[in-house]
């Protein structure tokens, strides 16, 4: 069973940065689809990021283009989302989510999810 562990989120003023971590065990880590969720009060959970376990494929939404970037431990089994230039609508609870399965539509089909970690922008 796929189990995933979420750390890093905080309270940061506009314009600064986080970097969320996602320790990945219990799976068969090369042939996982990782992607990073959020959801806002009062909101769906929203899609924000996918990448192949290689990172050979990532998918960003458009609203964290340029911003945010996806990357990789394969030593440590983790896997990171560094977000930049944090904005007030950011705020929400993060989470990353796995899947087995191709590369894409990846934006969808998530069947493994940890608990979330708090990300607040402030004005």
């Known amino acids: 069973q796929v189990q995933l562990v979420e750390s890093g989120g905080g309270l940061v003023q506009a314009g600064g940065s986080l970097r969320l971590s996602c320790a990945v065990s219990?799976?068969?880590?090369?042939?996982?689809?990782m992607g990073w969720f959020r959801q806002a009060p009062g909101k769906e959970r929203e899609f924000v990021v996918a990448?192949?376990?290689?990172?050979?494929?990532?998918n960003y939404a458009d609203s964290v283009k340029g911003r945010f970037t996806v990357s990789g431990d394969n030593a440590k089994n983790t896997k990171s989302l560094q977000m930049n230039n944090l904005k007030p609508e950011d705020t929400a609870v993060y989470y990353c989510e796995a899947r087995y399965g191709g590369t894409s539509a990846m934006e969808y089909n998530y069947n493994y999810w940890g608990q979330g970690t708090q990300v607040t922008v402030s004005s």
């Open positions: 219990g799976g068969t880590f090369s042939s996982l689809v």
């Open positions: 990448t192949s376990w290689s990172g050979g494929v990532i």
